[in-house]
């Protein structure tokens, strides 16, 4: 994306004396804020300009009502607020911007900007010279603002089928845009490191294929696929491993492209898609359960039905392949209650990330056991990155088929991601169980060699 073109500001000059620009005044309170110099370029409505002239990008202050944002919600939300609003920009780098070791410290705290009394006041002043202070903006359309209804569970199928439908039902033509070909939505697995000969969909279908071998699927077993996507997995498996697939989602868009899929593919007669809850499929018992960027949906207090869930839809020696990401495991309790969030509001209404230790207890209380963790923590970042430089490369495209907030929504929240898996704030698991049978005998081999064969089975 680009900056607006810089107006000229010859007119801060009167009777020979320069007038202080909004950069002069802005830039000395970002310093002290920041408690450090500027360490990217400032642009700001009046043309002016402040900051190292060589730096890898500029934040563009459009208008005041950037600032009348920040002011009015001083932390994340209000920087996503004034950056999907159009008020804000950054040209160049955005990495090197939300990379900000001290930018970050200062918007993420319970208490956003932590400011004493004398900085507040004189912070102020600066904003009221600008014409910053005033009533608050209005909230840029594409923020989801809910009043829940007392009584009603948080994760009930009419609330989560709503939540998937903000994220997932924004047009497929735009998903095909950031995803590529795979139209596969979930961390890759990068065998190699990214270059011309291995890009995004080699990773995407090493993942698929790493999946099938983990769950050891072989000609004639049944499939299910939770959090289906748009196909790509059971398509994948119904095809290189000659399984019977069963795939399962929410939102009414991927199905109809699953479908579709299936039917190009010419597996109709071996995959089945169903715009379905997982609470509500009953034809088990299945030899094999993947559930791929699914379990995030699912909420804390239902973690335990999902897992028994998935254990009564199993055949006794079945395994189920359950990738997700995954929160930091906090020292104690937080006692202060959590704030709506940039990722709450704009990109996963509802959606709820739990430590890998609560995930594995789930599991375990629902008689699965764990049998082995893979971290995909750094495969996640690099998967990201992809994504946003596809967003990146075909920009105007990915405005034209959602609108110019959407589309930043998704910049800014796939590049927050990807630095948020570099710096191992949140990772992404992929954790393989079983269900044990009565007699003990589980079924897996003796070693963790072993676990991935290196030859598949020919499909039927």
Request: net charge neutral; charged share 25%; with cysteine.
């Amino acid at each position: 994306m680009t900056a607006a073109p810089a107006r000229s500001h010859l007119w801060a000059r009167q009777y020979g004396r320069r007038v202080q620009t909004a950069a002069d005044r802005l830039a000395p309170l970002l310093n002290q804020l920041l408690g450090a110099d500027l360490p990217y370029r400032l642009r700001c409505w009046d043309g002016s300009e402040a900051g190292p002239a060589d730096a890898p990008a500029t934040v563009v202050l459009r208008s005041r009502r950037a600032l009348r944002t920040l002011l009015w919600q001083p932390d994340e939300l209000g920087l996503a607020r004034a950056y999907i609003g159009g008020d804000l920009d950054i040209d160049g780098d955005i990495y090197a911007v939300l990379d900000s070791p001290e930018l970050v410290e200062q918007l993420s705290g319970n208490e956003g900007l932590t400011l004493t009394r004398a900085e507040k006041l004189q912070a102020v002043k600066t904003l009221v010279r600008l014409g910053a202070v005033g009533r608050r903006p209005p909230l840029p359309p594409e923020e989801v603002v809910r009043t829940r209804r007392a009584g009603r569970p948080r994760h009930d199928q009419a609330s989560d089928a709503a939540a998937i439908s903000h994220h997932y039902d924004v047009g497929n033509d735009f998903y095909a845009l950031v995803l590529g070909p795979s139209m596969v939505y979930s961390c890759a697995y990068w065998v190699q490191p990214p270059s011309a000969d291995f890009g995004l969909d080699d990773a995407q279908r090493e993942k698929l294929d790493l999946v099938c071998r983990k769950l050891a699927l072989e000609p004639g077993q049944r499939l299910l696929d939770v959090g289906c996507g748009w196909g790509g997995l059971v398509v994948h498996a119904a095809r290189e491993y000659g399984v019977q697939a069963v795939g399962i989602t929410l939102s009414r868009e991927q199905a109809e492209f699953a479908r579709a899929r299936v039917r190009t593919a010419g597996l109709t007669d071996r995959v089945e898609i169903r715009q379905q809850d997982y609470r509500a499929v009953t034809d088990g018992p299945y030899d094999a359960i993947a559930s791929v960027g699914m379990a995030e949906h699912v909420g804390a207090r239902q973690l335990d039905l999902y897992a028994a869930a998935l254990r009564a839809l199993l055949v006794p020696g079945g395994r189920l392949l359950n990738h997700a990401i995954a929160s930091r495991a906090e020292p104690t309790e937080s006692t202060e209650p959590p704030r709506s969030s940039f990722i709450d509001r704009y990109v996963f209404p509802d959606g709820e990330l739990e430590p890998l230790g609560t995930t594995i207890t789930a599991l375990d209380r629902a008689g699965l056991e764990v049998r082995d963790v893979e971290n995909l923590r750094e495969h996640y970042a690099l998967t990201l990155r992809a994504w946003v430089s596809r967003l990146d490369e075909r920009w105007d495209e990915a405005v034209a088929l959602t609108s110019p907030g959407r589309a930043r929504v998704w910049r800014l929240y796939m590049v927050a991601s990807a630095l948020a898996f570099q710096y191992g704030e949140i990772s992404v698991n992929q954790t393989l169980a079983v269900a044990r049978r009565v007699d003990g005998r589980s079924g897996m081999p003796p070693t963790r060699e072993a676990l991935l064969p290196a030859q598949k089975p020919v499909a039927e």
